[in-house]
Nanobody, 112 residues
Framework: QVQLVESGGGLVQAGGSLRLSCAVS????????MGWYRQAPGKQRELVAS???????NFADSVKGRFTISRDNAKNTVFLQMSSLKPEDTAVYYC??????WGRGTQVTVSS
């Protein structure tokens, strides 16, 4: 079993920044892919960004140039740095491990 706990969400004005963290524990493989997803009200959950254990990253077009993803393998933690936030970034953000395990999510609200 793998447990994921997200933190760092909150309310921010448009143009602001937030940094999300996801702490992973349990039966973790040294080779893994971590992802951040989000789900806005009435919409499907979508991939925001992902990072492999080797450091390869992938971003949704809507966040390219504004969000960065990073990880601390020693601490089993993945981060999502969000800048130039827009109201349309408002969603619950979820962390995912190896396309199998999900965290409970953290709310991000961007006011206009």
């Amino acid at each position: 079993q793998v447990q994921l706990v997200e933190s760092g969400g909150g309310l921010v004005q448009a143009g602001g920044s937030l940094r999300l963290s996801c702490a992973v524990s349990g039966s973790i493989s040294s080779r893994n892919t971590m992802g951040w997803y989000r789900q806005a009200p009435g919409k499907q959950r979508e991939l925001v960004a992902s990072i492999t254990s080797g450091g390869s990253t992938n971003f949704a077009d809507s966040v390219k140039g504004r969000f960065t993803i990073s990880r601390d393998n020693a601490k089993n933690t993945v981060f999502l740095q969000m800048s130039s936030l827009k109201p349309e970034d408002t969603a619950v953000y979820y962390c995912r491990y190896n396309l199998a395990y999900w965290g409970r999510g953290t709310q991000v609200t961007v006011s206009s």
